[in-house]
C-alpha cells in the first residue's frame, strides 16, 4: 500500500532521538546489515529492523509503534555489532518498546504481545524486593496474560509443571539442596528495599519530563 | 598474579536456577587463591527487562557503589549482569551529571567511577591467566567441548572483551584443560533465544534447538557456557525443547568453571555437578 504523506508525523524521528539509545538513528543508510544477521529474521524472514528503521525515518509513527515484530527481537545485539553506521539498533528497537507502551497508555494503539506485562511483572519483583524472586513474576505474569486468575494459573501449571519438579529436584528450589527449606521458594531481600523504590520513582519521573 | 581479591556479584539466577554456577565459581576462586567479597546486600542487575537504560544505570550505580566503597573490582559469571554492570559503569564514568543525579536519588548510590566491571572469563584468562591456572590443575578434562559464548561477551562493542565472530576465551580454557573443541565457530555468539522463553517459546525453542542439534551433530560431549540464562535455556529447558519439537539430545550442559573445577581436582558435588538438568555427571567418566 502506498505511503499516506499526510498521515506522516515528521516528528516521531525526534522523539526517537531524544531518548536514552535512540540518538544515533538518523546515521542509517539502510545497508541491511542488521537485518542480515538477525537471528530472529531467520526463523520469521518478514522480521525486518532495517525497514523499521526506515519507516521510522519517514515518520509512519503508528504503522512503526503497533507493528507486533517489535515484541519479538531478542535483543541479542548482533545487529549493534555490526551495523557499520553504529545506529544502535538493539537499543533503538528498545526505544520504540518503551514509546510503543505510552502510546497504549494513551489509548493510540493495542499491544497484542505479552512482553510488556512479562517485563514488568519481573520489574515489579525488583522493585519490591530488589531481586528477582520468579514465583511472584509468575503469579503476576499469567493472570494478566491470560486475562483471569483460574486461567493464568492453568497456564502457569502447564509451563511449569516439568520445569519446577526439574528445579525441585535438583535442590535449587525447595529443600532438597540443603541451601534451606525455602530457598528459591521465598523472595531473597535486600534491606534497602527502600533505595528500589526511590530508583523507580526516579526512572519513571525522568520519563515524564523527556 | 595479579590478581588476588575481587568484589564478587553472583546475580538473582545464583540462588535458584543457576545454583550450579555459583557454587563452581566459588570453589574454583578458592583453589586459584583469589579471594571473592560477594557484594553485600548486591540487587538485580535489570537483566534484559529494564529496557530503559536509566533503570539499568541507577541500579547499577548501586551495585558499584557498594565495591567501590571496598576498593575492589567487580566480577559477576553472568553475560547479561556483566553487560548491565559495564554499561552502568561507562555512562557514569563519563558522565558526571548523570552521575550527581543519580546520588540525587539516594546517597547509597555515590559512585566515583573508580572501580573496573569484569566478566567471569576476562578475569580467569586475561587477569589470573592461562600460566597461572596450569600451575594448579591436577587433572586432565579429556572431553569434546562445544563452546558456547551466546551474546554479550563479543558485543556489543562498547562492552565486548572477546572477538564478536570468533571468541576465543573459553576455547582457550577448554585446552588447557586437556579438552577438545569441536567445530563450532557457526554458533558460538548466537542467540539462545532465552530472553524470548516467556513470551515466544516457540522462537526460543528454535533458536536452542540450532545450538543443541549443532553441538550434537559435531560430536559434543557436552556444551560449555558462561551465562546462567544461556543455561536454563539450553539445559533446564531441554527436556522441555525435545518434547515440543520431538527431538532427543540429551546433552549435558555445564559451566565453564564446573569443567575447570574438575581439573584443579574439586569434587564433583562441589561444583554441583549433581544439579546440571541433564546429567553432567557421564562426563566425569573421561576426567583422568
Ligand atoms: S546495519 Fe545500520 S545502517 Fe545498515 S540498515 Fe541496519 S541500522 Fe541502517
Ligand atoms: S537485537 Fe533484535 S533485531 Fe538485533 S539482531 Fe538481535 S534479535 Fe535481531
Redesign the interface.
Known sequence: MPIKTWELDPNFKNEILNEPGGEHLTACYQCSTCTLGCPITELVPSYNPRKIIQMSLLGMRTEVLSNPDLWICAICQTCTARCPQNVVVGDVLAVMRRLAEKAEEAGEIKIESPRPLFETAFLHTVEKYGRLYDIGLAMEYYPKREGSFVAGQKAMMSDYMGFGMRMFLKGKMGPLGGHGLFKGLLASKIKQRDVMKKIFKWVEEKEKER | MSVEKLAYYPG?PS???A?EQHMSTEAVFEKLGVELVEVE????C??????????VY??NA?NLAIAERVNLDIMTPCSICYYNLARANNALKADEELRAE?KG??P??EYNGTITPKHILDVLVNDIGLEEIKSKLVKKVEVKVAPYYG??I????ET?FDD?DDPVLMDQLIELIGGENVPFSTMK???C????M????D??F??ARKILDTAKNAGADCIALACPLCGMMLD??Q??IE?ALNVKFEMPIVYITQLLGLALGIEPNKLGL????VGAKKILEKVV
Open positions: 538473582c540462588e535458584a536456577t545454583l546486600e548486591w540487587n538485580c535489570g537483566a534484559a527487562e529494564a529496557e530503559d537504560p536509566n533503570l541507577a541500579l548501586r543519580i536519588i539516594d547509597s548510590l551474546c554479550y563479543g558485543r556489543p562493542p565486548a564478536p555468539t548466537k542467540c533465544g532465552g530472553p524470548l516467556m513470551t515466544r517459546a522462537l526460543a528454535e533458536m533446564a529447558k527436556p522441555d518434547k549433581q544439579k546440571n538438568v
